[in-house]
């Protein structure tokens, strides 16, 4: 199963990725982006293609 990673050190949480993201996995808490609903993660890197900082990456499992 696909999942998003964040690297911590690098998101701004400009929260680009919680718009990308069709569905609703990811959301910024407390400045940083989290992956709340990762169950849902379909894999499709739209988070990691638009996100400015390079701070996601989407790992299979
Ligand atoms: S890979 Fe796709 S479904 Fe998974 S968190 Fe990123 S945008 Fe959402
Ligand atoms: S798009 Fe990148 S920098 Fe912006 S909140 Fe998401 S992980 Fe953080």
Do not use: R
Not at 7 to 26: F, H, K, P, T, Y
Not at 31 to 36: F, L, N, R, S
């Amino acid at each position: 199963m696909a999942h998003p990673v964040i690297n911590e050190e690098e998101c701004i949480g400009c929260g680009i990725c919680v718009d990308a993201c069709a569905q609703s996995v990811l959301e910024v808490v407390d400045g940083i982006c989290e992956a709340v609903n990762e169950d849902d993660c379909i894999g499709c890197s739209e988070c990691m293609d638009e996100c400015p900082m390079g701070a996601i990456e989407v790992v299979e499992d």
